[in-house]
Structures are given as structure tokens and as C-alpha cells.
């Protein structure tokens, strides 16, 4: 499905959502996420990653400061933090020049710093803070990476 949309209203929903989008997962693929601090960007790579099979959700943690967690329990997954990140980098500035030649699922907070050039598959995912526990999660998905859903 190209787009859609979701809400969910506790943290728990949107690790479920997030597991339901890393079980269809096939690498390689980058997925772009943004939205505000405390949107649930990290919420929902907990799901995506123990969807994927890569680790449990309590093994995946905010690399705000290392910027990069590697996952590699069978699929492997990076999970990019780029918050900290001044400027408009690309991933051979970040030392991550190797990424694009695994096969491997990308999944990038705060996307929008990242200049970016790849013809991976990519799914761009908007998180939304409507009110204390519920989130907007807009899901663009032009080629079809989640078309069994
Ligand atoms: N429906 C919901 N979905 C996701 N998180 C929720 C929801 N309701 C409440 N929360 C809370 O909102 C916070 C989301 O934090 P999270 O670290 O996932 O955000 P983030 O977008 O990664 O922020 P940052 O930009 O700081 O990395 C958590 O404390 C979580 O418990
Ligand atoms: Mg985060």
C-alpha cells in the first residue's frame, strides 16, 4: 500500500504497529523516520527491530549518542540517531560507507539531516504527538515494501 495512516494510543500499540512492519521486513531496505522529539520514533524501532527477528525490543536502546546500533541476530538491522548531528551529512561522513553494501534494514531517526543518495527501497514513516499517549504515524510506502498489509 503506497500510504496510510495509523493512530495509536498507548507505547505498547505502536511497538505492536512496529512489529507488524518488521515482520514483513525484506532487506535491504532504509526506513526514514521523523517527527518531534518524544514522537515515538525509538518506540516504534523497538517493534520493527524484534519484528525483523534482529533483537528483543528491551535489547534496542536510543543510539542518540553513538548514533549507530548495529542489530545481527539473523537480519541485520542499523538503527540511526541523527539528532546530534549538526548539519546536512550523508552516511560516508557518519562512517557508515558500508551500510549500503550489506544487505541490511536501515531505519534512520531525524532522516530529514540526511542527504541521501541509494536505490534501496524506502519507506518514510512520519510519527505525530496528537496528546499524551496517542500518536499519528503516517506511512509512505512507494514501493511497496509493506504490500502485504
Ligand atoms: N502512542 C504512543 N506511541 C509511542 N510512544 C508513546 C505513546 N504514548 C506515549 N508514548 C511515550 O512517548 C515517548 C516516546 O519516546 P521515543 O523515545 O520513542 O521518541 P523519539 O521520537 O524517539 O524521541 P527522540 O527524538 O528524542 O529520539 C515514550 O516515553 C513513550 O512511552
Ligand atoms: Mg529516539
Redesign the pocket.
Known amino acids: 500500500m503506497p500510504s496510510r495512516e495509523i493512530v495509536?494510543?498507548?507505547?505498547e500499540?505502536?511497538i505492536q504497529r512496529g512489529r507488524e512492519i518488521g515482520e514483513q521486513l525484506k532487506p535491504p531496505v532504509l526506513i526514514l523516520l521523523s517527527?518531534?522529539?518524544?514522537?515515538?520514533?525509538?518506540?516504534?524501532t523497538k517493534g520493527i527491530v524484534s519484528g525483523a527477528g534482529a533483537a528483543t525490543e528491551e535489547e534496542v536502546t536510543?543510539p542518540?549518542f553513538t548514533l549507530v546500533h548495529k542489530y545481527d541476530r539473523g537480519v541485520r538491522v542499523y538503527h540511526v540517531?541523527l539528532?546530534r548531528i549538526g548539519d546536512l551529512h550523508d552516511l560516508e561522513t557518519l562512517g557508515l560507507e558500508d551500510v549500503f553494501t550489506e544487505r541490511a534494514v536501515v531505519i534512520v531517526?531525524?532522516s530529514e539531516k540526511l542527504a541521501l543518495r541509494t536505490d534501496w527501497p524506502v519507506v518514510r514513516i512520519h510519527?505525530e504527538h496528537v496528546s499524551?499517549?496517542?500518536?499519528r504515524i503516517s506511512i509512505d510506502d512507494p514501493a511497496g515494501v509493506l504490500s502485504a498489509s
Request: hydrophobic share 25%; aromatic share 12%; net charge negative.
Open positions: 495509536t494510543r498507548s507505547w500499540e505502536t517527527g518531534d522529539l518524544g514522537a515515538g520514533k525509538t518506540t516504534l536510543s542518540t540517531d539528532y531517526e531525524w510519527l499524551e499517549d496517542v500518536r
